[in-house]
């Protein structure tokens, strides 16, 4: 049985698996949260360094113990569910991709280089009237750069959703 600890007064839960990689395996695991009337704010899925494995991370705002320790422990029941565990808040690093596209004439496009200067981000894409910014970093990172870009015309804007990793040599595929 998985043991639980979860940090109260963390504003999200991670949930971290490694399934076996075949098809339909994150739609399974993505209706078996919703059926338990469990909200997923993310789900990220990707291959591993190991063949016929799939990393996949679930961020919910869910703190209820006894809610996380159920759906924890009804998704691990699933034959496709290598290992599955809440990652620890404080010993672990998450990182989000953001991809947005801004309205920007000639007159913007100093003061928005300067914003994206500020959080490490990089322009991909310049046109005459709009630039496609990139920028990797943790979700408050991300919240902020948004927040600074609010002054200006967003056009599209696509996020990753969170992963992560613990410190240091856990005992973990």
Do not use: W
Not at 22 to 28: E, G, K, S, T
Not at 95 to 123: F, N, Q
Request: net charge negative; with cysteine.
């Amino acid at each position: 049985m998985t043991e639980i600890k979860i940090d109260k007064n963390a504003p999200r839960q991670v949930v971290r698996m490694l399934v076996d990689n075949q098809p339909n395996v994150l739609a399974r695991i993505s209706s078996l949260f919703g059926r338990r009337n469990f909200n997923i704010s993310t789900i990220t899925a990707s291959e591993t360094h190991i063949p016929n494995l799939t990393r996949i991370t679930v961020v919910t705002s869910e703190n209820d113990e006894n809610v996380l320790h159920q759906i924890i422990s009804q998704t691990e029941k699933l034959e496709v569910v290598k290992e599955i565990y809440l990652l620890d808040m404080k010993n672990s690093i998450y990182r989000e991709l953001l991809l947005v596209k801004i309205r920007a004439d000639k007159s913007e496009r100093s003061a928005i280089h300067e914003i994206v200067t500020i959080y490490r981000g990089k322009i991909i894409d310049l046109s005459k009237s709009s630039m496609i910014i990139e920028l990797t970093g943790s979700p408050e990172k991300i919240d902020g750069f948004m927040d600074m870009l609010s002054c200006y015309d967003v056009i599209e804007v696509c996020r990753t959703g969170i992963t992560g990793i613990e410190r240091g040599m856990a005992e973990t595929v």
